[in-house]
């Protein structure tokens, strides 16, 4: 079985930082993109940032400039660092993998449990 663990989360003042990390774990066999989401109260699940196997990244327009994705491919953990952050970015933000598992030839999306980011005005 495959597992995406995240942490980092927690409670921060508007114009502070925080890093999230997530890593992956299990049969693992080659793992592609990586990337970020979050979803707020109310609101439809969003894409934060992605990562793929080779480092090209992709950002939200609203984080853009504040926010940077990456990965260490040895430890299969993407990370992102959060600056500057906003009470507009609190949510739960969630990691994703496409995953490539021993025995198996496809790649599937896998998520973490979530973890929350709460930004005080």
């Known amino acids: 079985q495959v597992q995406l663990v995240e942490s980092g989360g927690g409670l921060v003042q508007a114009g502070g930082s925080l890093r999230l990390s997530c890593a992956a774990s299990?049969?693992?066999?080659?793992?592609?993109?990586m990337g970020w989401y979050r979803q707020a109260p109310g609101k439809q699940r969003e894409l934060v940032a992605v990562?793929?196997?080779?480092?090209?990244?992709t950002y939200a327009d609203s984080v853009k400039g504040r926010f940077t994705i990456s990965r260490d491919n040895a430890k299969n953990t993407v990370y992102l660092q959060m600056n500057s952050l906003k009470p507009e970015d609190t949510a739960v933000y969630y990691c994703?993998?496409?995953?490539?598992?021993?025995?198996?030839?496809?790649?599937?999306?896998?998520w973490g449990q979530g973890t929350q980011v709460t930004v005080s005005s």
């Open positions: 990562i793929t196997s080779g480092g090209t990244t």
């Open positions: 299990g049969s693992i066999f080659n793992i592609g993109a």
């Open positions: 994703n993998a496409k995953i490539g598992r021993i025995g198996v030839p496809m790649r599937y999306d896998y």
